[in-house]
């Protein structure tokens, strides 16, 4: 039973840092393309960074330069070090899973993910 567990959300003021945890039972992270979405109130869920089983990275443009995936293979864990947060960052942030090496134009497609986790709540104030 594969199950995703994200920790780490809070709130920040601007210019702050947050590092995300998703943490997965049931299968290894590192065979499956991971992924980190985001929804602010209001607005369609996002892609925001995503890995595949093969170890290539996407990022979304507002976040390049400001976010970091790392994965930690002993702990089975996701991280997504969020520096330089805005208050446009501020989202319920979601872990996501495909068993799928999904390519780089697949990798912010919802559809394309099986799993998810509850999500874990950001907010950045200015």
């Known amino acids: 039973q594969v199950q995703l567990v994200e920790s780490g959300g809070g709130s920040v003021q601007s210019g702050g840092s947050l590092n995300l945890s998703c943490t997965a039972s049931g299968y290894t992270i590192t065979t499956y393309t991971m992924g980190w979405f985001r929804q602010a109130p209001g607005k369609a869920r996002e892609g925001v960074a995503a890995i595949s089983s093969a170890g290539y990275t996407t990022y979304a443009d507002a976040v390049k330069a400001r976010f970091t995936l790392s994965q930690d293979s002993a702990e089975n864990t996701l991280y997504l070090q969020m520096n330089n947060l805005k208050p446009e960052d501020t989202a319920m942030y979601y872990c996501?899973?495909?068993?799928?090496?999904?390519?780089?134009?697949?990798?912010?497609?919802?559809?394309?993910?099986?799993?998810w986790g509850q999500g874990t709540q950001v907010t950045v104030s200015s």
């Open positions: 996501a899973a495909s068993p799928i090496n999904l390519g780089q134009n697949f990798r912010f497609l919802e559809g394309n993910y099986k799993h």
